[in-house]
């Protein structure tokens, strides 16, 4: 079976700092990796996944992700964040060729003015 | 906005009473998916769907539940003799099987429901 794990349950940081959200996986075999960005009471919005091929992942509103397979991370990164960016981030697994995917509990980021 | 659409987006019930919701994929969409969120939590597996083929049910998924999708096109899903454990985030999603995005799931807005 296969489970994500976001240690952190806050985050926050400035606006123009650096902004990482944490994320570590299980899973058999190699990885399909997702992360989602979720407004209030609004639905899930894809940010970016990785499949295969660079470990580095580029996605949408200038996030990024490195998906590291000795440590089984997959953490979320943005080199400049803005207070609109502030919302609650999932990562999420899903073995290869298994489209069921498995959440973390989510990440709320705060950034301030 | 050719997004995944879901209705209602809001429902209140009493206990005991049966609910329906409604899930319109993106219109090439083969794949569609049903999770629930319950605050605090990632959303969680339910079921899915290939074309109007119930492929996989969760565990979660007990017998009150019932999912279908019987044109290949929007699904339900139906809860019946509704709990107050039932109150949660009612999330679908849906995926192509074709093309270059077959990995990527998307999810409409969401139903909340409200169990009294």
């Known amino acids: 079976a296969q489970s994500v794990a976001q240690p952190e349950d806050q985050v926050n940081v400035a606006e123009g700092n650096p902004l990482t959200v944490k994320c570590t996986y299980s899973?058999?075999?190699?990885?399909?990796l997702f992360w989602y960005v979720q407004y209030p009471n609004r639905g899930l919005q894809f940010l970016l996944k990785?499949?295969?091929?660079?470990?580095l992942v580029k996605g949408s509103y200038g996030f990024e992700a490195e998906f590291n397979k000795s440590q089984t991370s997959f953490h979320l990164k943005k080199p400049s964040a803005l207070v609109s960016d502030s919302a609650l981030y999932f990562c999420?697994?899903?073995?290869?060729?298994?489209?069921?995917?498995?959440f973390g509990a989510g990440t709320t980021v705060t950034v301030r003015a | 906005d050719t997004g995944v659409s879901q209705d209602p987006r809001h429902k209140i019930t009493k206990r005991g009473q049966n609910v329906t919701f409604r899930c319109d994929p993106i219109?090439?969409?083969?794949?569609l998916y049903w999770y629930r969120q319950t605050l605090g939590q990632g959303p969680e597996f339910l079921t899915y769907?290939?074309?109007?083929?119930?492929?996989?049910k969760s565990r979660l998924l007990s017998d009150r539940f019932s999912a279908e999708r019987p044109k290949g096109s929007f699904s339900t899903l139906e809860i019946q003799r509704t709990e107050q454990g039932d109150s949660a985030m009612y999330l679908c999603?849906?995926?192509?099987?074709?093309?270059?995005?077959?990995?990527?799931?998307?999810f409409g807005p969401g139903t909340r429901l409200t169990v009294l």
């Open positions: 769907f290939q074309n109007e083929a119930q492929l996989e």
């Open positions: 219109s090439e969409h083969n794949r």
């Open positions: 999603a849906s995926s192509a099987d074709s093309g270059g995005d077959t990995d990527t799931q998307y």
């Open positions: 990785y499949i295969t091929g660079d470990n």
């Open positions: 899973v058999s075999g190699n990885p399909y």
């Open positions: 999420a697994v899903s073995p290869r060729n298994d489209y069921k995917l498995s």
